[in-house]
T-cell receptor, first 111, second 119 residues
Framework: NAGVTQTPKFRILKIGQSMTLQCTQDMNHNYMYWYRQDPGMGLKLIYYSVGAGITDKGEVPNGYNVSRSTTEDFPLRLELAAPSQTSVYFC??????????FGPGTRLLVL | AQKITQTQPGMFVQEKEAVTLDCTYDTSDQSYGLFWYKQPSSGEMIFLIYQGSYDEQNATEGRYSLNFQKARKSANLVISASQLGDSAMYFCAMRELFYSGGGADGLTFGKGTHLIIQP
């Protein structure tokens, strides 16, 4: 019972590089989310999706893009990495009125 | 817009004592859910307890209970008989309920309380 999985666990990027954070859930949830957590802070919503083909911006979307081609997968793309994007990234999923289940997180360092 | 306030950045508690972690919220929504998550030093987010705004009774899950005072807009987490393994960051969060037309846009989190249980 995998739940929500994220890859990679840790990554170091140089300024200007791009990368994709992968997120997969096996619970057949329609709703999926990307959050970032900066040191000493709570989580902030980057993007969310209510189903395959439907995505929308959250509180802090600048510098990121997402796609949702299947129910299971919700990748997050960083196009031009900046030091301000150093953070821990969490993917989550939920069904109607259920709590959100979180993946283990991806720790990203941009130097 | 929704807002969560956790006024206790850190707490030290003796093992086996009860702990209350404060959470106040602000929202114009009539239908909403309140959540508590635990984040140990390993980093994962662990769901603890949920309270719906229309639930008349306070939620309980084992040693966790949620002291919900709707008029005061507070949703404090109570941990009974604390254990060393309870040492972690604790986050209060909320969202509008799906059936009222919202909620799809994720959770709003507070800044968290760092709880340290001392032997």
């Amino acid at each position: 019972n995998a739940g929500v999985t994220q890859t990679p666990k840790f990554r170091i990027l140089k300024i200007g590089q791009s990368m994709t954070l992968q997120c997969t859930q096996d619970m057949n949830h329609n709703y999926m989310y990307w959050y970032r957590q900066d040191p000493g802070m709570g989580l902030k919503l980057i993007y969310y999706s209510v189903g395959a083909g439907i995505t929308d911006k959250g509180e802090v979307p600048n510098g990121y893009n997402v796609s949702r081609s299947t129910t299971e997968d919700f990748p997050l793309r960083l196009e031009l990495a900046a030091p301000s994007q150093t953070s821990v990234y969490f993917c989550a999923s939920s069904s109607l009125e259920e709590t959100q289940y979180f993946g283990p997180g991806t720790r990203l360092l941009v130097l | 817009a929704q807002k969560i306030t956790q006024t206790q950045p850190g707490m030290f508690v003796q093992e086996k004592e009860a702990v209350t972690l404060d959470c106040t919220y602000d929202t114009s929504d009539q239908s909403y859910g309140l959540f508590w998550y635990k984040q140990p030093s390993s980093g994962e987010m662990i769901f603890l307890i949920y309270q719906g705004s229309y639930d008349e009774q306070n939620a309980t899950e084992g040693r966790y209970s949620l002291n919900f005072q709707k008029a005061r807009k507070s949703a404090n987490l109570v941990i009974s008989a604390s254990q060393l393994g309870d040492s972690a960051m604790y986050f209060c969060a909320m969202r509008e309920l799906f059936y009222s037309g919202g909620g799809a846009d994720g959770l709003t989190f507070g800044k968290g309380t760092h709880l340290i249980i001392q032997p």
